[in-house]
């Protein structure tokens, strides 16, 4: 490079040839920002500036594929009947790759709330705080969001949706970002939270009171569900003719859309006309004439114009908003208030959100059994949502958390350990307040693991090793966690729906089979194989009810895909 240019008169007609081909590639349209390069690419341009926002992960991941490890210790069991929350300690990178292997396609809400890129030690990438002066800034917050909704993405069910907490900071990028993960065309709303209500105490620029929430379905599949009607929502609804029907408020007869079709002349019981809206009326003629026998719509007095009554009883629910208040959704210093409440007064975590934000984001959902996947956890306010929400209306939300365990910004308390765990487990198991109210617990259940790893190298020694970690991960995704048998080479654990067995070595089909026989319903089995094959045959005596898996391939599958892109 020349003063920061690249010098082609130097390269060969090989090098010239790839770097056309490279340029080709690029977008002309859209989010373009240094990303990391290739190892083929560093090697052939090692000064290239993709090179400043590589992202460098612990050593102890390095040429490795991560695994989860249960911490027993912190496993919370209050009711059997309620369903099982996990969270997840570790690189949201590492836990996400292994919810590629446990929950693809089975997440129906994601919300995250990531760094907002402030400059003020908000974004750490590899191990540094990035400030305002980084001249790749927003590169490196792009390449560390970009992976990651990669991710996510393949996560989500067809009907499934992704909301994103983000400021002024990077909302322009992250518009952009969405549209090249999860397509333009899936854009949903952009929602505006006020944040705050009180004043800032300046008065030489705007005092900022919003934040955004970013909205992606994943298809057009996703059905956005409508809100609950208070009395507030039906102020403008009264009944002054008295009519049998109720309530009523007018509505629009105009059409909103150009329909040549519908545009008539509207006949009044005097023999007037009233003429059509330049676009036409909403209605066929003879619809509109349906409706003025029944009564929906009438004439003003003087029949210069049709009305149309919108009765309530015939209105289900009310369509959400873009802008969502602080006095209805809660505010950020009513989050820091809920915490220190749960905390006895102590402050842990700089701007939480509130529950009822995360609450109202959740009603959002049709689903009242969705699974829901926070791989930003921070404070836990989405678990406690959760949890409050079970416990308000009875059905069987379930909830994944995944968090680091980092220092919070210099405080001594780690985020994973002593800031969300405790949280979910005082809601979880009850609390004494600041003012030394005891709270009862909402009851639940959650399992705590922690991200590890082995060996990425395919060898037969390390499929072995990554077959002999992949218990927790298989009772994940087949969400089987009581242990029936616990043999020295395979284990058995069941649900109320069918049996897991997990083998974990070929010699021991044998003995397994003698086991199962005596299990009845189905058996998902897992089964050690050096390649994607598995020993059919020597499961004769119970096909009928047994599926077949070969491990660690299963795993390996995923994981090839994963850690290529």
């Not at 001249?135 to 990651?148: E, I, P, V």
Request: aromatic share 10%.
């Amino acid at each position: 490079m020349v003063n920061g240019k690249r010098n082609y008169g130097e390269w060969s007609k090989e090098e010239l040839i790839r770097e056309i081909l490279a340029l080709k590639k690029q977008k002309t349209y859209g989010l373009v920002w240094e990303r990391e390069k290739t190892k083929e690419e560093f090697d052939l341009f090692i000064n290239w500036e993709g090179e400043k926002t590589k992202e460098e992960f612990s050593p102890e991941s390095k040429d490795k594929f991560p695994v989860l490890a249960e911490v027993k210790e912190n496993e919370i069991n209050s009711d059997k009947d309620k369903p099982v929350n996990l969270l997840i300690e570790g690189d949201n990178y590492h836990s996400l790759a292994v919810l590629n292997f446990t929950h693809k396609e089975m997440v129906d809400v994601i919300y995250i709330d990531p760094p907002y890129n402030t400059g003020n030690k908000d974004f750490k990438y590899n191990d540094r705080y990035v400030d305002k002066e980084d001249g790749y800034r927003h590169s490196k917050w792009l390449s560390f969001m970009s992976k990651r909704l990669a991710l996510a993405k393949k996560l989500l069910k067809d009907t499934g949706v992704i909301f994103i907490s983000i400021d002024d900071n990077e909302v322009a990028q992250l518009k952009l970002l969405c549209n090249d993960v999860f397509g333009e065309e899936n854009f949903f709303a952009n929602i505006i939270w006020q944040h705050s209500i009180q004043p800032k105490g300046y008065t030489d620029k705007f005092s900022v009171h919003h934040n955004y929430i970013i909205a992606y379905q994943k298809s057009p599949a996703f059905k956005l569900n409508a809100l609950e009607r208070t009395d507030e929502h039906n102020i403008n609804y009264s009944n002054p003719d008295n009519d049998p029907n109720g309530l009523w408020r007018t509505g629009d007869v105009r059409n909103a859309l150009y329909r040549p079709n519908l545009i008539y002349d509207v006949k009044t019981p005097s023999g007037k006309s009233i003429k059509s809206p330049p676009k036409g009326w909403r209605w066929s003629k003879e619809t509109l004439q349906e409706k003025i026998k029944c009564g929906e719509i009438f004439f003003n007095k003087d029949e210069t114009r049709i009305i149309h009554k919108i009765y309530l009883n015939n209105v289900s629910g009310r369509a959400p908003e873009t802008i969502w208040f602080g006095k209805d959704v809660g505010t950020t210093r009513e989050a820091s208030q809920e915490l220190k409440n749960l905390f006895g007064g102590v402050s842990t975590f700089e701007t939480p959100k509130p529950v009822k934000l995360i609450k109202q984001i959740l009603k959002l959902v049709k689903n009242k059994n969705a699974v829901i996947l926070d791989f930003f956890a921070g404070s836990g306010t989405t678990g406690q949502a959760v949890l409050e929400m079970n416990n308000e209306d009875g059905e069987r939300r379930t909830v994944i958390l995944c968090t680091n365990n980092e220092d919070n910004n210099g405080t001594g308390l780690k985020i994973c350990t002593d800031i969300c765990y405790p949280r979910i487990k005082k809601v979880i198991s009850g609390y004494v307040d600041t003012n030394k109210n005891k709270t009862f617990g909402l009851g639940g259940n959650l399992k705590y693991y922690k991200t590890d790893f082995v060996e990425a190298e395919q060898t037969d020694k390390n499929k072995r090793k990554l077959v002999d970690n992949c218990t927790d991960m298989l009772c994940i995704k087949e969400n089987t966690f009581e242990k029936v048998k616990d043999a020295k080479k395979f284990k058995i654990f069941k649900n109320e729906k069918y049996h897991l067995g997990i083998l974990f070595d070929d010699e021991c089909i044998d003995e397994f089979v003698k086991e199962a026989e005596k299990i009845n319903g189905k058996i998902h089995v897992y089964v050690f194989s050096h390649d994607d094959s598995v020993p059919t045959n020597e499961f004769k005596t119970i096909k009928r009810r047994v599926s077949l898996k070969p491990i660690p391939e299963a795993i390996l599958k995923v994981y090839r895909v994963v850690f290529k892109e």
